[in-house]
């Protein structure tokens, strides 16, 4: 027998969930659609952009989508800087850096003052994306900063200090929680970008990341904002992920990219590989939407 899927306008949980983060409602924006995807000019950011993809939630798409907006920023004249903050490094993985064993990491930047300049490398064949990694040494550094002075700014320090004056963007991929390396992210970021699964359970806890933002708002960070919603792992097969979509957009209206990601095999094929999929497969709908993602990205002045 055939389930009727579950309309979240009538669950209660999907409608505390988003009356627990927004105050009130905005009109709801257009349905999402493919924009043209021939060559424009993108622009170019007064001043390095440092974003902060977060959501405590796992599985969302946050690597995914910090190092595909990173790729397609890259190849369309922008020089770009991914920060992987999250222990599995997953971003280093997709982004063909090296970050086992010995390798100079994120960890010895937050703990041990190494400048951000000893740990970057340039991704292979990608001559405007460069790559800070990670490796499981990070897994400690929540306990070590504990102990340190001004835990929750050691990043943004290690980013002032670094020659960013040709960066045009600072992705700082977050670990799935909000202990100390997420703070560290968010107090180094001038936004935050938020990726959401077009899935049920997609709004649970959103609302503890953002009071979280604007707590670090108030008291560490006064030029922090939300910027942008990705919605990830569309599937217009089902009702129910147009109805997440459509909730998600009447809440935060044009925070929303118009861009949706769609589930695509090639976008979890693509890491295997080393690659983004921007490069694996450009013509997979993944790289497109991921592409139309970054220009609206890209398009977007901060306020």
């Known amino acids: 027998m055939t389930k009727t899927p579950l309309n979240p306008g009538d669950s209660p949980l999907v409608r505390e969930a988003l009356n627990s983060v927004v105050s009130r409602e905005t009109p709801t924006a257009q349905l999402p659609t493919q924009t043209d995807t021939g060559q424009d000019s993108w622009p170019k950011p007064a001043k390095c952009r440092v974003i902060a993809v977060a959501n405590q939630k796992g599985g969302v798409g946050k690597t995914t989508t910090s190092v595909n907006i990173a790729a397609a920023l890259s190849m369309n004249g922008e020089r770009v800087l991914v920060v992987d903050l999250d222990p599995q490094g997953n971003a280093s993985t997709a982004l063909a850096t090296e970050h086992r064993g010995d390798i100079p990491d994120v960890y010895q930047v937050l703990v041990d003052d190494l400048p951000m300049a000893d740990i970057v490398k340039q991704v292979p064949d990608m001559p405007n994306l460069y790559c800070a990694p990670a490796t499981i040494d990070l897994a400690g550094a929540e306990i070590e900063l504990v102990s340190l002075v001004a835990r929750e700014a050691r990043l943004r320090r290690a980013l002032t200090a670094y020659d960013a004056l040709d960066l045009d963007y600072i992705i700082i991929d977050c670990p799935p929680s909000l202990g100390l390396l997420t703070v560290n992210a968010l107090v180094a970021a001038d936004e935050v970008m938020i990726p959401i699964q077009c899935e049920y359970y997609a709004l649970e ?99």
């Open 205 to 303: 806890g959103l609302g503890q990341l953002l009071r979280n933002v604007d707590l670090i708002k108030a008291h560490l960070n006064p030029t922090l904002r939300l910027s942008t919603i990705v919605l990830t792992m569309y599937d217009g097969r089902t009702r129910l992920a147009s109805q997440v979509a459509d909730e998600v957009r009447a809440h935060f209206g044009d925070t929303v990219l118009n861009t949706v990601i769609p589930r695509s095999v090639r976008l979890s094929e693509a890491p295997s590989y080393g690659q983004s999929v921007m490069t694996y497969d450009p013509g997979s709908s993944g790289a497109m939407a991921y592409m139309d993602a970054a220009r609206e990205i890209a398009h977007r002045a901060l306020v």
